[in-house]
């Protein structure tokens, strides 16, 4: 499925600017060897036809051969804590029980009556059977036949009931996955170093602080691009340029179906225009609302005599969370404090790494329609000394409301939400401008771009050994 040259070096196309790399040297710890480790894969120049995003024929190939064969996120683990509660993971047509079972394992069975085909759930619980409402056939929550008023006049039931098809099911960090290949490789394979890389970070002892689903008017793809490239910061969130990096963003393959960025904060974009002076960029984080900025409050203004920006709030941010959770952050470095260390594994899913409460995202198709999507955002904060909080309750956007809307029911800040927001004006945009290009082809930078060649790549890929093996 590779189609790309991996290479150990730093890419020779990169913006000339201070590189990730780099601004790791000024660290005031010790850098772990996975934020210093580039991979760079040369996948082309090449152009991706508009009917990628557009074509309900392209669109049929993603539902036959992409989503049924890779490893989604269908929940977290602390959703599902005791004997018999389920959630309902849909995609595509995929309807999945994802049930806890006695001995603590889970289960992902296909919610589709054998006998009719009716849905058996609609939303989450907690059931130790489930009914078919039609005609009420009856399965355990670990896929078993339970009762069947109608058997006798099922000569092709002879042996019995059967149980309930099953999705394969595996976990990490918390997370719970499905996946309806038998065939497909293990998710510890798929996930490679990554399991390794965030290990120190344990997101498995992580709860849901904040939950939001935003319906968004734009192709998945295009919706999980948007949060593949930074240099889109300059023009859609200047207010955070005094305070971040983005064209000189890092970006690696870190296996066949991993790929990150690291950029930098408390270090300027390099398009900023204009020196900034530490404590400028301390305050400036602090006024436009920077992910940061509930945690460290006005603790980060007095930055000590030879001590930066990054450095200073890095130490704040240890002391916060070391208050907030008994933990001992000394060990960690600044980049892993404060920086965005995103995570993607493909097709749809990113992994905020760090040591701070992470933002996580997943995309995927709203339904069956090619032309709108749904956006998951979670920010997990480490559990504290008293305990497992209940994960926060989901609260959902529709199409045309926005995060901002949702603050105040979700807990989302309002930095946080006004990017989020930025990003969603540019997608309905590109979603109507691809109808309108002249030339039927979109075009991916070399470097900056990397990760979303990567996307499509992998995405073709599948779809001509679908078709082939067919």
């Not at 039931?157 to 290949?181: H, I, K, M, Y």
Request: glycine residues 6%.
């Amino acid at each position: 499925m590779t189609s790309y040259t991996p290479t150990r070096r730093p890419r020779a196309d990169r913006h000339p600017a201070i590189s990730y790399d780099e601004i790791l040297d000024s660290d005031s710890r010790l850098v772990p060897a996975s934020l210093r480790e580039q991979d760079t894969p040369l996948i082309g120049s090449g152009s991706v036809p508009v009917s990628n995003y557009l074509d309900p024929a392209y669109f049929a190939d993603e539902v036959k051969y992409l989503w049924p064969r890779v490893w989604q996120v269908a929940c977290r683990e602390e959703e599902i804590p005791n004997t018999a509660d389920f959630v309902l993971y849909e995609n595509v047509g995929l309807s999945l029980i994802v049930s806890r079972q006695s001995d603590g394992s889970i289960k992902a069975l296909h919610n589709s009556c054998l006998h009719r085909g009716r849905r058996l759930v609609n939303e989450g619980g907690c059931k130790a059977r489930f009914t078919c409402p039609y005609h009420g056939l009856t399965w355990r929550n670990d896929g078993a036949a339970h009762a069947n008023p109608i058997a006798f006049d099922f000569p092709q039931w002879s042996q019995g009931t059967p149980p309930l098809p099953e999705a394969r099911v595996e976990t990490w960090g918390g997370w719970v996955f499905v996946n309806c290949d038998p065939g497909a490789p293990s998710l510890a394979s798929v996930l490679g170093p990554m399991v390794d890389h965030f290990s120190p970070w344990q997101p498995e002892q992580r709860y849901i602080a904040v939950h939001v689903r935003k319906t968004v008017a734009a192709n998945w793809k295009l919706t999980a691009e948007a949060f593949m490239e930074s240099h889109h910061a300059p023009t859609t969130h200047p207010q955070i340029l005094p305070y971040m990096t983005d064209v000189n963003s890092q970006y690696d393959a870190i296996c066949e179906l991993v790929t990150r960025q690291f950029s930098a904060q408390l270090i300027p974009s390099p398009l900023s225009g204009r020196a900034y002076s530490e404590e400028e960029i301390v305050t400036t984080m602090l006024g436009v609302g920077s992910r940061l900025k509930g945690a460290v409050g006005e603790a980060a203004l007095a930055i000590p005599e030879g001590s930066t920006a990054r450095q200073h709030v890095s130490q704040v941010m240890r002391g916060i969370l070391n208050a907030e959770d008994g933990q001992d952050y000394a060990g960690f470095c600044d980049a892993e404090m404060v920086d965005a260390l995103l995570y993607n594994l493909f097709p749809h899913m990113s992994f905020w790494g760090g040591a701070m409460p992470s933002l996580n995202y997943v995309w995927r198709p709203n339904g069956m329609d090619p032309a709108t999507s749904i956006m998951d955002v979670y920010m997990l904060r480490r559990v504290p000394p008293s305990g497992r909080p209940k994960p926060a309750v989901r609260v959902d956007v529709p199409v045309d409301e926005t995060f901002a809307s949702a603050c105040e029911r979700s807990g989302m800040s309002a930095g946080l939400a006004k990017v989020l927001d930025q990003d969603m004006t540019n997608l309905p945009q590109v979603q109507q401008g691809l109808h309108a290009s002249a030339t039927g082809m979109v075009q991916f930078s070399a470097y900056t771009e990397m990760r979303l060649r990567h996307l499509h790549a992998h995405i073709d890929a599948l779809i001509a050994d679908g078709k082939a093996r067919a």
